[in-house]
Every structure is written in structure tokens, then in C-alpha cells.
């Protein structure tokens, strides 16, 4: 017997390579991509996510809470993960569904949360009569300035409304949250630096500075109920926004 491999007839031999290359062809076209697979994978898993119930819980969370809720918060609610792309995505749809109610979902500089409309407001004060404190021009000035300079310095205010600055107005504002010492000046003295807080923009339904009115819509909003301080004619007035929450 010899020890070399038993040759196939040349016919034989064809037919195999034949059913070899059909075999290859057939196993290349069911084949797919890498990409493929992460698709149907997400596809898969996304049908096992029950988003209307996470919307629920979402629209439940925001509903109760007393103070807007960050992405990573509500994140935690989830009994499965979710990316902030989902997340906002499902964010976005609670929104829409609240569009036509008095009270609406806004998105402010720590998060999301439930606010009644504004045109709501004049029949919820019916429920509670007091009336809010009510600030001073010169507080609400000095406010107007800080968002639109900041950061800046008692001096700085000083040198824009032409007349000195008390430090019970700085005082007010800080109490109030709308404000905050960030660090020092590297001037002589080491003077104060002030800048507005992540408070004041929610307060304002403000997601970032950014979104305040331009110094050009700005107009005189002050026309009642200002301390009696000489405010000249030329110092900057309270933005809309400010206005609608000191009032």
C-alpha cells in the first residue's frame, strides 16, 4: 500500500471544489456586520424596556419633588440603564405630552422639573393672598448687573449705577441665593468677587445665562414700589425674568 494520499479522479475533484465554493458563497450571504449585530442587539434589548412605564415613574418623581431633579438623579430610578441620550429623549416626550395643561416640564440649571404657566399664576395666587416680599430697585439693579458682568466687585457695581452699594442690598441678594462670593480680585485690597448661582437661573427657569434677555430688550421695568435712592437715569434695569420672580 503506498503511503501517498489516493488521487480523486479529475471529475470527482471538480464536483467537490464545486460544492465547496457553493457552501462559501451561501455562508457569505447570511453573514452580517459587526455593526449589524450591535443594531439588532439594541433592537432586542430596547423592545424588553418598558418606556412608557419609566416614563411614569419619571413624570411621578418630577411631579412630587420640590426641587428640579438632575439627569443622574433620575437616572437612578430606572431598574434598567439608560444613557442620557434615552433619557433626555424620554425627557423631551414627557414635555410634549404637558404642552397643552397649566402646568408645564422645564428643563433650568440643575435640572428638570414641573412649574405652573405663568398665565396659571394670577388664579394660584387666589389660593395663597400674601403677597411675596417685593425687592428694592437698587437690590434688583444690583442683581442685573452681577448676571451681566459677573464677575465683578463692589466696586465694580459701584462704578456702573454711580452710587455706593450697601452691604445689606449684597447681603439680601446672598440670602436670597441669587448670588455668591466666588474668589478675590488681584488688586490691591483683594476685593470680592461676585457671581449669580445655579439658584437664581432655576428661579428664573433659566437653564444658563445665555438664555437672559440682551441688554437691548431690556426696558424700564421699575416704574413702581423702588426704594427712595437717587438711581441715575443711565443705570441698567431689571431684566423680564428677574422682574416675573420679584414680583
Known sequence: MSGQAEQL???EASSIDDATLAAER???DTQISSGDLISV?????EEKIDFQQIRLIFETALLTSAEPLALAELKKLSDVALDSRQLEA???ELAEDWQERGVELV??????????????????????????????????ETLAIIAYHQPVTRGDIE??????VSSQILKTLETRGWIEVIGTRDTPGKPELFAT???MLDDMNLRTLQELPSLDEIGVLLEQDTDV??????APSLPPSVAAVAE
Open 159 to 164: 462704578e456702573i449705577r454711580g452710587v455706593s
Open 26 to 28: 451561501e455562508m457569505s
Open 9 to 11: 479522479p479529475q471529475s
Open 90 to 92: 424620554l425627557l423631551v
Open 197 to 199: 448661582t445655579k439658584q
Open 107 to 140: 428643563r433650568v440649571a440643575s435640572g428638570w422639573r414641573f412649574c405652573a404657566k405663568p398665565e396659571m399664576q394670577a388664579y394660584l395666587d387666589r389660593l395663597n393672598p400674601q403677597k411675596p416680599p417685593r425687592y428694592s430697585r437698587a437690590v434688583l
Open 229 to 234: 435712592e437717587d438711581i441715575p437715569e443711565t
Open 41 to 45: 442587539a439594541t433592537e432586542i434589548v
